[in-house]
């Protein structure tokens, strides 16, 4: 009796045993069968990330994958049909989010060039540059108060023009003020190039696809740092009027960047403006604060006034020959820039170029430039740094992309759009375990 009672307990252990080595063995099949299907994921992920556009990133830097492979046509399934090639056949697969290099104002893209440039120039290597900041707002904003100035005087000269008596000096200040901007300061060897593009297709005048869904983006993209970073990789990738790049569709790259004309032309003569403007401003306040020269302009004045028998204008022509004297140095520091020298920012008495007399043959070509060197100041492409760091960041990484575009379509690549290319992905996907089992799980791959 106790015999056959032993026999059936160890019978039902024996039992139980099995079973759990039963459910051990289902279960770590099942788990093995996750595992490869989750492995079988990872390497299409891989291997379909591993076919990013050659081209952007040798000429860029720029890692990103063209999601119309290109044909043009941008879509999610051209994404999950390489999915399936390379190995992810054996499970349902969707897009849960999606990033482009042109989503959030080109957050993706200038998210990777500030990591580029970071490498390249490491941590520290701008701060010289983020401490100029303020001069160079400062600046602009002198600038554009001196032509409010110069625009109010405008009126004096103008009326001044009108009487029979008007004198020779306002005439040619006159003359000056309608000469051609580029003409006044462009040397005899640099040829204008006569490039220009359609704007209609860039991605700064189009309607641009959007990815979706939230992704983590680096919280250097929108600070201080991140403006002087990518104006740092605008001089180093793109051309400008006298350092040109070979096969790029504009010859004038970072003057697009600052005036977003459709030609160089335009965009030359945009910049030449705003360097006036900017140099203008500093001049005027110099010959506000040279009492001697302060002096001349008044005396000059006096003399027009007295000749035009309107002698209560004097204080008022006075003023119109100190701000041409400001538009004639200006456009003396034009000149020099244009032909590789040095301006510096502030102006003293050694490195002032132009005397009064000489503003009035300026327009002839006469009275510039004379002779004297600058030792110190910055350079043509000095300036244009700092015009692009007065554009704003989400502006330049517009221009950037339309530059882009221009570039890889000049190269041949016509299929490009930079709201084509994928940045991050992230992929829902349901695959059979076993029959009755499924498993649910993502799987993200992001360039950065």
């Known amino acids: 009796m106790k015999k056959g009672e032993i026999t059936a307990f160890l019978s039902l252990i024996f ?7 039963g459910a051990l063995t289902e279960s770590a099949a099942i788990q093995i069968s996750k595992n490869y299907s ?3 994921m990872d390497t299409a992920m891989y291997s379909v990330f591993g076919e990013y556009q050659r081209e952007m990133l040798e000429d860029y830097e720029i890692f990103s994958l063209d999601g119309s ?3 043009g046509s941008y879509s999610e399934q051209n994404l999950l049909d390489r999915l399936i090639y390379y190995g992810a056949s054996a499970m349902e697969n969707e897009v849960e989010q999606i990033q482009l290099l042109s989503d959030n104002n080109g957050a993706p893209l200038r998210e990777q060039i500030i990591y580029y440039m970071k490498d390249y120039y490491g941590i520290t290597a701008l701060e010289d540059l983020s401490g100029q900041r303020e001069n160079w707002e400062e ?4 600038g554009e108060a001196c032509e409010q100035e110069r ?3 405008q009126a004096i000269l103008d009326s001044a023009q009108e009487t029979s008596s008007s004198s020779q000096e306002l005439t040619a200040l006159a003359d000056l003020e309608r000469s051609g901007i580029l003409e006044l300061v462009l040397p005899d060897t640099l040829t204008l190039s006569a490039k220009a593009v359609s704007q209609d297709a860039l991605p700064s005048a189009r309607s641009l696809q959007s ?3 939230t992704f983590e983006i680096g919280a250097e993209v929108d600070s201080v740092a991140a403006d002087l970073y990518l104006v740092e990789y605008i001089l180093r990738k793109f051309g400008n009027a006298l350092e040109g790049k070979d096969g790029h569709g504009l010859s004038y790259e970072m003057e697009y960047l600052i005036g977003g004309k459709a030609s160089d032309k335009e965009n030359l003569e945009t910049v030449c403006r705003r360097l006036l403007l900017l140099r203008m401003g500093t001049n005027y306040i110099y010959l506000q604060g040279d009492a001697g020269r302060r002096e001349e302009a008044e005396l000059l004045g006096l003399a027009i006034a007295t000749l035009m028998l309107m002698p209560e204008a004097a204080e008022g022509i006075a003023q119109v020959l100190l701000l041409g004297w400001a538009y004639g140095e200006s456009i003396t520091d034009l000149r020099i820039l244009f032909r590789n020298g040095k301006v510096p920012l502030v102006k003293t008495g050694e490195n002032w170029h132009l005397p009064l007399y000489g503003l009035f043959t300026l327009a002839s070509g006469n009275g510039g430039i004379t ?9 043509y492409r000095e300036y244009l740094r700092m015009m692009l760091y007065l554009k704003g960041k989400e502006k330049n990484t517009k221009g950037i992309m339309d530059l882009i575009e221009i570039n890889l379509h000049t190269k041949g690549l016509t299929f490009f759009r930079v709201d084509a290319c994928v940045t991050k992905l992230k992929i829902q996907s349901r695959a059979k375990v076993k ?3 499924e498993y649910d799980f993502s799987t993200y791959f992001g360039y950065r």
């Open 371 to 379: 002779g004297q060197e600058n030792a110190e100041g910055l350079t």
């Open 139 to 142: 600046m602009e904003i002198q």
């Open 211 to 213: 990815g979706r869904g």
């Open 151 to 153: 625009n109010q005087s």
């Open 15 to 21: 039992v139980l045993l099995l079973s759990f080595i």
């Open 69 to 71: 492979y290109e044909t």
């Open 38 to 40: 989750r492995e079988n």
């Open 435 to 437: 029959q009755g089992f």
